[in-house]
């Protein structure tokens, strides 16, 4: 904690003093994930406080995320078991570094179960899909929508959009896995994608999303859109992927372009 | 709304089924950035319910960052000005698609007045830090701090680590803006970063991160850390960038790469 926090936490009234206190073992690590929280009583006796006050530091890191109530056994530090999303795997299956390589390693789904459900459907997009795939007022899309599981526990939500004109014939529509990908049939109906745009958004989920992937107080989302793009500039696919914040780790690798000039 | 969560609202209780109706609201663009929401009185009277009831319900969307209340006046649907945060400008600074150039105009800062401040400190990093920048224990870091404003609003932290044995006689050391950028000066000292990594996590901000940045209820942030390297493999430098869900997307172009193969 720096110096200003510590003099805010001064000032601060009992119950942030309270969660501060907690939230700093958390983040060094005295507390780590999976470990058991004081429990009210002890915290209401070491702080001289009500039960009441308690409650609501505790509630304070249930809010945050940070902590997650295990009743009738008491609180818990959540455990954040990150799984890499890289987009850039999509153009370029291994990793060129080899800090990627280890990264995405450590951060691997290894020795987990993985299970996905896929469903098709032919839309009118909303606006801001549409506006990517430049589609007209009114021109319909195929969607794959799909929810991965890990462990039983769903991981991500996945929604890839096409133009409905040019995947109408292929094995897009049918709700099954595509073993050599959705990119390699639209290469094969003539769309190969050459370039993509990905867009990363930090936001809250919708109801919708808090059941879909069961999400805990304090979890929010990234919100993940990629539109990729034919040699010509013509988009054909938009994949939107819904990310736990606590349960992924995006992550790119950059290269530095000397045809850019001196830095 | 798909027909599992409109079956789900109507079993859901009065004010879910209220807020779930401003949401698609806000959601189509019926309420669009920065109307107003219908007054408590109205609400009430509509849905035939206490005025708790519509309070709760206005709560639910304060808390998932939706809407702003503006006492006396009322709710407002929340602004959302997202700028772009495009990490590859680091090592290329024109894009190489058209897409990208596009998007970055449409998301731009244009018009609005930059700020920052710096602030240099030497450091023990914390161990996430360390561990990146391969420092023994005991091993020190330089770092850089910033806060970057755009029109007066805070946009968002950064702070940047090097090992301090590298740096100790450079500029980077002295708390003032470096115009041709302290990735130029790695270079001049022989430490020029090729690649580097990208992790972004989404989570709760830290009550010192609300404080900081003037976070409203309801706003994740995005964490975004960047490894640079340079052609040995050596890290010079982790970028560390607290980025506000309500006021940034971060965006990435990616190419795709025909040496890996079929796909």
Redesign the interface.
């Known amino acids: 904690?720096?110096g200003?926090?510590a003099m805010?936490s001064g000032r601060a009234p009992m119950y942030?003093q309270i969660s501060?206190a907690l939230?700093q073992q958390i983040a060094d690590?005295t507390l780590p994930a999976g470990a058991q929280l004081p429990t009210e009583a002890d915290l209401t006796e070491r702080y001289g406080v009500g039960r009441g006050t308690v409650r609501q530091a505790l509630g304070d890191l249930v809010?945050?995320?940070?902590v997650v109530p295990q009743r009738p056994r008491g609180y818990f530090v959540r455990e954040r078991r990150?799984m890499v999303f890289r987009?850039?795997a999509?153009?370029?299956?291994?990793p060129?570094?080899?800090?990627?390589d280890a990264?995405v390693l450590e951060h691997s789904a290894d020795g987990r179960e993985p299970r996905q459900l896929i469903e098709v459907a032919i839309v009118e997009p909303a606006?801001d899909i549409a506006k990517r795939l430049q589609l007209e007022p009114g021109q319909l899309a195929a969607v794959r929508r799909r929810i991965r599981w890990l462990d039983g526990e769903p991981f991500n939500l996945n929604d890839s959009y096409f133009p409905l004109d040019i995947v109408r014939e292929s094995e897009i529509m049918r709700p099954e896995d595509i073993t050599?990908?959705a990119?390699?049939v639209l290469?094969e109906l003539g769309y190969?994608?050459?370039?993509?745009?990905?867009?990363?958004?930090?936001?809250?989920p919708?109801?919708?999303e808090v059941?879909r992937l069961e999400l805990g107080p304090?979890t929010?989302?990234?919100y993940h859109v990629c539109?990729g793009?034919t040699a010509e500039?013509k988009p054909v696919r938009v994949a939107v992927t819904v990310?736990p914040?606590?349960r992924?780790?995006?992550?790119?690798?950059?290269?530095?372009?000397p045809q850019?000039?001196?830095?």
Chains 1, 2 share one sequence.
Not at 96 to 100: K, R
Not at 248 to 257: D, L, Q, T
């Open positions: 904690m720096d200003m926090s805010r942030q501060e939230r690590g809010n945050a995320g940070l990150p987009p850039q999509e153009f370029r299956k291994r060129f570094s080899a800090e990627m990264f606006p050599r990908g990119n390699e290469a190969r994608q050459v370039t993509a745009l990905d867009e990363v958004y930090v936001r809250m919708t109801p919708d059941h304090g929010p989302v990234g539109t793009y500039g990310l914040g606590d992924h780790v995006i992550s790119y690798e950059r290269r530095w372009e850019d000039g001196a830095e």
